[in-house]
């Protein structure tokens, strides 16, 4: 069974600049055999409370997965799962971690390397109790309370990032104080990719979420909505992130 945890603390709006979902899976009747985490402008930090496979190796108990481009899969190693994802902007790791964030890009780490000790107690506390409305607060309080250290920097960057997953093809205006490759090299540094690399990651994640939610979604549509300037760039690009062409994405699809 696959759900999402619903954001609840009062500060939300603050919360959803920097956690974008919470993702359970859970044994059901149906056992989750694999569960793919596609190419995303998301990173992940990942609770696995049974023994779960990552990329085919056991997991540590919270992994951290940095943005990426490539596929990793997650499979249980046994009969049940019990695994909370929490896609969220990597500046979230910029708060904690002295590391820049590139440095998280295509890398999956334990998330003590980047939390320290208070990532455990989550942990602990989740595996602790089954009740949804109880790990919704664990994990709203553990983020709020981790967002009280974000600069003001990280926070410019962190609403520039949700623009641009909201529109990839965000034109940006700059005034004569900051040079457009300057800021890029300060958005690898928080968000752990230069603004380019960041609109590629979303425009794929926009075109896939499109394919998913749409019964017969139209590829040529899919594309134009999600920034691709032609149709020829918008399947060589979700080919080449996916492995899939996009018509066998989602549903069957119509161009």
């Given at each position: 069974m696959q759900y999402h945890y619903e954001i609840n603390t009062p500060e939300k709006d603050v919360l959803l600049l920097y956690i974008h979902q919470y993702i359970h899976f859970s044994s059901s009747s149906e056992r989750i055999v694999k569960k793919n985490l596609w190419p995303s402008a998301n990173a992940s930090l990942i609770f696995n409370f049974k023994k779960t496979k990552l990329n085919n190796k056991l997991s540590p108990v919270v992994t951290i997965v940095g943005l990426h481009d490539t596929i990793h899969t997650i499979q249980p190693d046994e009969n049940d799962i019990d695994t909370i994802i929490v896609h969220c902007c990597p500046?979230?790791?910029?708060?904690?971690n002295t590391t820049q964030t590139s440095f998280l890009t295509n890398t999956i780490i334990d998330a003590k390397d980047v939390f320290g000790e208070s990532v455990d107690s989550l942990a602990t506390a989740l595996q602790l109790t089954k009740n949804t409305k109880e790990r919704q607060n664990l994990l709203d309080t553990f983020f709020i309370g981790l967002l009280n250290n974000t600069t003001e920097q990280i926070s410019c960057f962190a609403k520039l990032a949700a623009t641009i997953q909201a529109d990839p093809e965000y034109k940006i205006t700059l005034g004569t104080e900051i040079s457009y490759r300057h800021l890029s090299r300060m958005f690898k540094q928080i968000i752990g990719v230069n603004i380019q690399t960041y609109k590629r990651l979303a425009r794929f994640e926009l075109a896939r979420q499109l394919i998913i939610k749409e019964t017969t979604p139209s590829l040529t549509d899919v594309g134009y909505?999600?920034?691709?300037?032609?149709?020829?760039?918008?399947?060589k690009e979700f080919k080449k992130l996916s492995g899939l062409r996009a018509k066998y994405f989602g549903p069957l699809c119509s161009i």
């Open positions: 500046s979230v790791f910029s708060v904690f909505q999600s920034g691709y300037y032609d149709q020829a760039h918008f399947a």
